[in-house]
C-alpha cells in the first residue's frame, strides 16, 4: 500500500474539535478494552494529542503516551496539552517503527488516521505488539476506502482485508475490521494473546 505523510505545516488543523464528530472518543474508549482502574494507554501518531487529551478524561487515573516522529508536534503538545503538567498525558518522540517505550507496558495501543502514512506497516504494528501488556487490545481507525467529503486519495486509504492481514501478520488475534460502524472511517480491534 502506498503512504502519505502529514504536512507538519498543517499541525494547528488536527486541533479542530469538529473531528469528534467523524471521530468519537466515547465510542472508541470501550473498544481499548481498558481494565478497571488506572491504566496506561498508548497513542501512536499523536499528532497535537487530541485525542489522547480526550482519553485522558474519560479514563480517570489512566496515563496516556503520545508518541509522534514529529519534534514539532512532540512540542506542540509539551507546550500545550494540559494533561502534560499534571502527568497524565507524556509526550514522547518516536520513529516509525521504534516507540522509546518498555515492552508490554501498556493494557491499550491506538492510532488514529495513521495507518494510511505508514511506509512499514508491519514495522508498525509489530512495535504495538511489543508494546502491550498480554491480554493489551490494540485499537486502529482510519480513513475508509470509499468516497468522503475529506481525507486522502482513495489509492492510500485502508482496504478492510489488508488492514486485518498486516494486523493478525503482527501475531494479534481476535482481529475484527468493520468498515460500516464509523461514517468515514475503518475502525480495527485486536487483542495480543495473554501469556
Known amino acids: 500500500m502506498a503512504h502519505l505523510k502529514f504536512d507538519i505545516a498543517k499541525l494547528e488543523k488536527l486541533n479542530d474539535p469538529g473531528r469528534f464528530e467523524t471521530l468519537p472518543p466515547d465510542v472508541f474508549l470501550p473498544a481499548l478494552g481498558l481494565p478497571d482502574g488506572p491504566s496506561v494507554i498508548v497513542e501512536i501518531g499523536a499528532g497535537t494529542g487530541l485525542f489522547a487529551e480526550a482519553f485522558a478524561d474519560l ?36 520513529g516509525e ?13 491506538y492510532m488514529i488516521n495513521l495507518h494510511h502514512e505508514l511506509a512499514d506497516p508491519r514495522g508498525s504494528y509489530a512495535e504495538a505488539f511489543r508494546m502491550l501488556k498480554p491480554g493489551g487490545r490494540l485499537l486502529v481507525v482510519d480513513w475508509a476506502a470509499r468516497e468522503t467529503p475529506k481525507g ?44
Open 97 to 109: 517503527t521504534r516507540v522509546p517505550l518498555g515492552d508490554a507496558l501498556a493494557d491499550a495501543v
Open 59 to 94: 479514563a480517570p487515573g489512566s496515563t496516556v503516551y503520545v508518541a509522534d516522529i514529529a519534534e514539532e508536534a512532540v512540542e506542540w503538545m509539551l507546550a500545550n496539552r494540559r494533561g502534560v503538567a499534571e502527568g497524565r498525558i507524556v509526550p514522547v518522540r518516536s
Open 152 to 195: 486522502p486519495p482513495l489509492a492510500v486509504r485502508a482496504v478492510p482485508s489488508a488492514l486485518e492481514a498486516v494486523i493478525s501478520g503482527a501475531g494479534f488475534v481476535d482481529v475484527i475490521v468493520d468498515d460500516t460502524a464509523l461514517p468515514w472511517h475503518v475502525m480495527a480491534t485486536a487483542r495480543r494473546p495473554s501469556a
